[in-house]
């Protein structure tokens, strides 16, 4: 059987539906549906059954023989300020996950950040001397990274962190204020034309990548049971927001771009730049390469377009 943390949300859904086309239905579901718009993720999807994340971690034994744990869920705004409860749901709720399946013999695939980086100014591989966290959601996740590095890699089970860039595409619907910048300019243009950027946006540029590559990542280290380790997640290219507005200029009528004052509670915790350094992943053999920011805009759109951003094939 195939666990999925988080798997009514916005990466996890999408791993299920590449596990399902894979031809894999053995799998269970742990999320918290109290944001109820998360069920429409899972409308098209085959799975075995659905647990509450409150009740997972206390019946771990009674769900019969796990092979492995795609553990995507977690806090992820990165605008949380209580502490305490980022570091329950997302660090302590980990660890225990993580030492159940090392105690057992089960594989853990898990989802990092790139926002362990902060500001990346001393790079973007993999490299404990360029992590500097600048919120407790980023400091959430680095604080996992530095666990696993101590009590993982010298087992015989695999363990995979996989540090996301800027994801985005279908089933993000439900993310609010943290979805993607694609997802908003939609809704920006369906409201009155207008795509609204901050100052300076044509110099803040990110790794963005479309979320069908994340799930193809994640499905590498399922196939190559032999890899631990951890690997970014990203195109390896750095675009700008401005792109993603004069893409999107043309898959619409009548598209503005207005630019408007960068907020002063964003400055010094904002990433202006983000690149993913691949030469770790690439050194193990995952060789496909990364869809191009204007190709996946368009098939986000298209998805947009007809079905609000919920995938339904």
């Known amino acids: 059987m195939i666990v999925v943390t988080g798997g009514a949300g916005f990466v996890g859904s999408n791993v299920v ?17 109290s944001n109820s718009k998360k069920h429409l993720n899972l409308n098209t999807l085959d799975f075995l059954d659905f647990v509450d994340k409150g009740e997972f971690l ?3 034994d009674k769900f019969g023989k796990i092979d492995v744990v795609f553990h995507q869920g977690a806090c ?3 605008l949380e300020t209580d502490g305490r409860y980022m570091m329950k749901n997302n660090y302590d709720y980990s660890k225990s996950l993580l030492n159940y399946s090392l105690n057992k013999g ?13 500001l990346g100014k001393k790079g973007f591989s993999e490299d404990r001397t360029n992590e500097y966290p600048l919120n ?18 010298d087992r015989d089970t695999q363990v ?5 860039f800027n994801v985005y595409g279908p089933n993000e619907h439900h993310k ?19 795509v609204r950027l901050f100052e300076g946006s044509e110099n803040f540029k990110r790794d963005f990548v479309f979320v069908d590559d994340v799930v193809d990542v994640n499905l590498f280290f399922y196939e190559n049971a032999n890899l631990s380790g951890i690997f970014n997640v990203g195109t390896g ?14 898959l619409y009528s009548n598209v503005r771009i207005e630019f408007v004052e960068f907020p002063e509670e964003l400055k010094g915790k904002y990433q202006d730049f983000t690149k993913a350094d691949l030469n770790k992943l690439r050194s193990v053999g995952y060789e496909k390469e990364f869809t191009s920011l204007e190709e996946g805009v368009r098939r986000y759109v298209d998805v947009l377009k007809s079905t609000e951003g919920v995938w339904v094939d």
């Open 17 to 33: 539906r590449g596990l399902n086309r894979a031809g894999f239905k053995d799998i269970l579901i742990v999320d918290n549906l």
């Open 58 to 60: 206390d019946n771990l």
């Open 76 to 78: 992820s705004n990165t």
């Open 106 to 118: 089960i594989r853990f695939i898990y989802a990092s950040s790139a926002s362990v980086y902060g």
């Open 136 to 153: 407790i959601y980023a400091f959430s996740k680095f604080l996992f990274d530095q666990y696993v590095r101590r009590v993982a890699f």
């Open 160 to 164: 995979v962190g996989l540090r996301y």
């Open 176 to 194: 609010g204020k943290m979805a993607s910048v694609v997802y908003h300019f939609h809704n920006q243009i369906l409201d009155d034309g207008t």
């Open 237 to 250: 290219r750095a675009e700008s927001f401005l792109e993603i507005a004069q893409i999107m200029q043309e």
